[in-house]
């Protein structure tokens, strides 16, 4: 691969938003804020003869520090007889969710509008490696969920052996995830660089990823995780939504996004998005396979290869997005009847106990000034 050599020396030096020139930065130590009214639509078709819907909905994290929540409400289209309830409801980690069931709504369609503004807060964490220490027995007993492995996140021996070998002796937390960031990067190519001959999992898992050396977002950060728990290094998924710059106003799925904090002791969690950087890793070419692909899988589109953007995703976040939830393997309330989720970035339906993927779903946005 003919990749740039971006290999930093940290020592001393803290990354901000003011190294970089994108239109998603803003000077040094001032985060940029941006405002969307968003409308998040689902339609489930329910099966003629089904008696009984269970649906969980993805909505936004009201305890991430970076976004604040204004103007939520929820409305509900049923079919006249239909019995439809909903609640807000918690998993074991703590996200919320919309939780509705359904009786009398066979052969019909139940349509669930969530809106909402959206204020949200760039990210910028210092990554300087004195600010931190190696972590103690105490704090990786503290964190042991997020060093655990899960259905998806798994480090296989060959796995283990590639994290060690990237980090080596290395014990400050943000040298060692910065090697393995930079690890990542070489290892990993975006499916959507060349989609006729790269795909995705489909469930973000680490092995795959490894062993493929492609994937999406939650591939990528699927095989980070894994790597980094492997070697005593906490992290754990957010999953949430870019507002992507081209789409405003657009109704569309839109798709989701997911990305990485790793905790570092005296700094906290760390963001990093190592699947976006790599689309700013080197230059390749762009046609109509891939070009509204690559444009689409950015905050704001794409303009070519820059190496203080893949420095910019090494502790900070764009703006652009929306969390819905932090973890996998999420054990929802209540309890489905399949068991955990592998992830809940949109909807989960059960229809009389069995999954179902007869539903749409809709993001719209708009920016506000």
């Known amino acids: 691969m003919n990749k740039l050599n971006l290999s930093l ?35 489930v078709t329910v099966p003629a003869g089904a008696s009984h819907v269970d649906a969980w909905f993805a909505i936004p994290d009201d305890g991430d520090a970076l976004q604040s929540i204004d103007d939520f409400a929820v409305t509900v289209d049923a079919p006249e007889g239909a019995t439809v309830e909903h609640r807000e409801v ?13 009786d009398g709504a066979a052969g019909a369609v139940v349509g669930v509008t969530t809106t909402f503004t959206v204020n949200r807060t760039e990210a910028i ?20 969920a997020d060093l655990a492995m899960s259905t998806n996140i798994v480090a296989t021996p060959e796995i283990r052996a590639a994290a060690e070998a990237a980090i080596g002796e290395e014990q400050n937390p943000i040298l060692a995830h910065r090697k393995l960031y930079d690890w990542t990067l070489d290892h990993v190519q975006y499916w959507v660089k060349s989609p006729g001959k790269l795909k995705s999992s489909g469930v973000g898992s680490s092995t795959y990823t490894f062993e493929q050396c492609t994937g999406n977002c939650t591939d990528f950060h699927s095989l980070y995780a894994a790597a980094a728990r492997s070697q005593g290094l906490p992290t754990r998924m957010v999953y949430g939504s870019f507002f992507k710059g081209p789409l405003d106003g657009v109704a569309k799925d839109q798709s989701y ?12 969690w760390v963001p990093l998005d190592v699947a976006v950087a790599d689309l700013y890793l080197e230059d390749f070419t762009t046609n109509d396979a891939n070009a509204e692909l690559v444009s689409l899988t950015l905050a704001d589109g794409y303009n070519g290869p820059d190496p203080a953007m893949v420095d910019y995703y090494f502790g900070n976040l764009d703006a652009r997005r929306v969390t819905w939830h932090r973890g996998r393997d999420l054990e929802l309330q209540p309890k489905p009847a399949g068991g955990a989720i592998n992830a809940l970035p949109k909807c989960y339906v059960e229809v009389d106990g069995t999954p179902s993927s007869d539903w749409t779903r809709t993001l719209t946005f708009t920016e506000q000034d």
């Open 125 to 144: 964490v210092s990554v300087d490696p004195a600010s931190t220490r190696p972590l103690n027995d105490a704090e990786r007993k503290e964190h042991a």
């Open 9 to 43: 020396i940290l020592g001393g030096l803290a990354l901000t938003a003011g190294a970089c020139t994108n239109s998603t930065t803003s000077e040094a130590d001032t985060p940029n804020e941006r405002t969307f009214a968003v409308t998040h639509d689902f339609d």
């Open 257 to 268: 996004h997911c990305w990485i904090e790793f905790w570092a002791p005296e700094i906290g």
């Open 90 to 102: 918690r998993d074991a980690l703590g996200n919320r969710f919309l939780y509705l069931e359904a």
